[in-house]
């Protein structure tokens, strides 16, 4: 076997990896849920943004990247903490937002305005 089969091997590997990320809830193994949503929109124009990456702080598997409209969800276990939410996207600066704590089978809204 050559080195590009190799290569393309993991690679495949990897991207099946990443797909089973998008399958799997690691919140369902740690109680209730709660859940984070909200729409990240352009500061200057408030158009909405599209493929932007919302990640939760504290911790790391719990991630969204918004849709055509600039929404997102994130179901998140309920921590018994204060947490923050990292936004950004290519060609704007990222942001943070305000500290909060889920609650089990509620809603935090946390939108986000993107300065370019």
């Known amino acids: 076997m050559n080195n590009r089969c190799i290569v393309s091997i993991v690679w495949i590997g990897f991207y099946v990896y990443l797909l089973t990320l998008g399958c799997s809830n690691p919140a369902s193994d740690q109680g209730p849920l709660g859940f984070i949503a909200g729409r990240v929109t352009d500061s ?23 849709n055509s409209q600039g929404n997102y969800i994130i ?19 990222t942001k943070m937002s305000s500290p909060f704590v889920t609650i089990p089978g509620d809603t935090v809204v946390v939108n986000f305005e993107l300065a370019p």
């Open 75 to 93: 179901s998140a276990p309920n921590i018994p903490a204060m947490m923050s939410l990292f936004c950004g996207r290519g060609g704007y600066k």
């Open 44 to 66: 200057l124009t408030s158009f909405p943004i599209e493929s932007a990456w919302v990640d939760v702080d504290t911790v790391s598997p719990y991630f969204a990247y918004t």
